[in-house]
C-alpha cells in the first residue's frame, strides 16, 4: 500500500491513521518545532512503523514524494488558500483536505476530486483515509479529475479574469 503525504495538522491526522488499516502508511513533509512531540505521539499510538518524517522537501524531491504517494492530506485547522492542494492536485493525487483549508471547497468535488472532512472527527477522518485508499481504480480516477479540475487555475485562465475585470472597471 502506498503512502499519504500531509504537511499541517499531522497530530490530528497520527490519530486518524492509527485508527486505519496496517497497511497504510504516512508520509509527513515539512519541519517544525512539532517534530519531537509528533514522533513522540505516533510511537504512543503504536504506529512508529507507518510514519515517516521526510522534513523539508522541494523541487526534484517533493515531485518524488508526490509521485509515490497515493493521496495527499491536508488536515489543518486553518490555511488560507491551500496551494499546496493546488501542487498536489498537479501530481495527479487525489485529496483528502480538512474544511478549515479556506480553498478546499474551490478544489475539492466530494467523490470526484477528493474529500473534505473534518479533522477533528477522528472516526470520519479515519474512515475517509480508508475508503479512499483501498480502491485503487477511484483514486486514478480523482487523482485525473483533479488535475484536470486545476486547468481554472493556469496562469492563462486566471490572467484572463483579470483582465475581464479590469475591463469592466475601466469601461465604466
Do not use: H, W
Amino acid at each position: 500500500m502506498g503512502g499519504l503525504i500531509v504537511r499541517k495538522g499531522v497530530d490530528l491526522l497520527l490519530n486518524a491513521l492509527a485508527l486505519t488499516d496496517a497497511s497504510i502508511t504516512l508520509v509527513v513533509v515539512g519541519d517544525g518545532g512539532e517534530k519531537e512531540r509528533l514522533m513522540k505521539q505516533a510511537e504512543q499510538l503504536g504506529i512508529t512503523d507507518r510514519v515517516t518524517f521526510m522534513g523539508f522537501l522541494e523541487g526534484e524531491d517533493l515531485y518524488r514524494c508526490y509521485a509515490e504517494s497515493d493521496v495527499f492530506v491536508l488536515p489543518t485547522r486553518e490555511d488560507c488558500f491551500g496551494l499546496v492542494t493546488l501542487e498536489a492536485m498537479c501530481a495527479k493525487l487525489p485529496v483528502i483536505s480538512s474544511k478549515y483549508a479556506d480553498g478546499a471547497r474551490d478544489l475539492i468535488e466530494k467523490d470526484v476530486t477528493g474529500l473534505i472532512i473534518d479533522p477533528y472527527d477522528t472516526k470520519e477522518f479515519a474512515k475517509a483515509i480508508e475508503t479512499m485508499v483501498m480502491d485503487t481504480e477511484k483514486l486514478k480516477r480523482m487523482g485525473m479529475a483533479g488535475f484536470e479540475r486545476i486547468e481554472k487555475f493556469s496562469f492563462e485562465n486566471v490572467s484572463k479574469g483579470y483582465v475581464e475585470a479590469i475591463d469592466s472597471v475601466l469601461m465604466n
